[in-house]
């Protein structure tokens, strides 16, 4: 089983939808949790980090199951500008904070 | 305003031939990676530095080497490139803190090996 693991889509979907991505990783010791956007050929950026009690982002909400081992990613109301990879990414134990492990990714199109 | 800067951007290189892409920052991030990226994989450690200190991923090819003189720079070489070798070499920095650490990445040095 990999670490971290991910649709790889592609989803798509119409402009204004609502969609959500999940992520489950497989070390139930692991620590720190992100998503980050890839733009075609370009590199990895931070979109946000996911905290235990949930979190969100203007249209971001992201969430933590830690019994089910996976994240999640909710966009609402869907923009063009939005088509792009979503990478989850996992710290996968205490003190492991240099080792960060990425999901495969998973293809969001924002269609017209 | 580039804050982690990488060059080449894109490197063709023979068969063979040694490559060396470079890594800079202006971040004084105390820690340093290297990412492989092939197409439509997940970015996947190679080595980093935390500080000086060099740490090996135990399944990065001793093809795959790499230096740190200073604080601002790593430098990536290739000493045989071979056809397996093309993909996006990403570097990232990060300031290892008690909070969550968050990469910062470079533009990315795309390889072609011929």
């Known amino acids: 089983r990999k670490e971290v693991e991910q649709d790889p889509g592609p989803f798509n979907v119409p402009e204004g939808a609502t969609v959500a991505f999940n992520c489950t990783y497989s070390?139930?010791?692991?620590?720190?949790f992100f998503w980050y956007r890839q733009d075609c050929r370009k590199e990895p950026k931070l979109l946000m980090s996911?905290?235990?009690s949930g979190n969100e982002d203007g249209r971001f909400t992201a969430q933590l199951n830690r019994a089910s081992q996976y994240i999640s990613l909710l966009i609402r109301d869907s923009k063009l500008s939005d088509s792009a990879t979503y990478l989850c990414?996992?710290?996968?134990?205490?003190?492991?904070?240099?080792?960060?492990?990425f999901g495969t990714g998973t293809q969001l199109k924002v269609e017209l | 305003d580039a804050m982690v800067i990488q060059n080449p951007r894109y490197q063709v290189t023979q068969f063979g031939k040694p490559v060396t892409l470079s890594c800079s920052q202006t971040?004084?991030?105390?820690?340093m990676y290297w990412y492989q990226q092939k197409s439509s994989q997940a970015p996947k450690l190679l080595f980093h530095?935390?500080?000086?200190?060099?740490?090996n991923e135990a399944d990065t090819p001793d093809n795959f080497q790499s230096r740190r003189p200073n604080t601002s720079f790593c430098f990536l070489d290739i000493r045989s490139p071979g056809l397996g070798d093309a993909a996006m070499y990403l570097c990232?920095?990060?300031?290892?803190?008690?909070?969550?650490?968050?990469?910062?990445f470079g533009a990315g040095s795309r390889l072609t090996v011929l």
């Open positions: 990232a920095t990060s300031r290892i803190s008690s909070g969550a650490n968050v990469l910062t």
């Open positions: 070390n139930s010791a692991s620590q720190s």
């Open positions: 996911v905290y235990s």
């Open positions: 990414v996992v710290i996968p134990f205490t003190g492991g904070g240099n080792k960060l492990t």
């Open positions: 971040l004084n991030h105390n820690v």
């Open positions: 530095y935390y500080d000086k200190d060099f740490n």
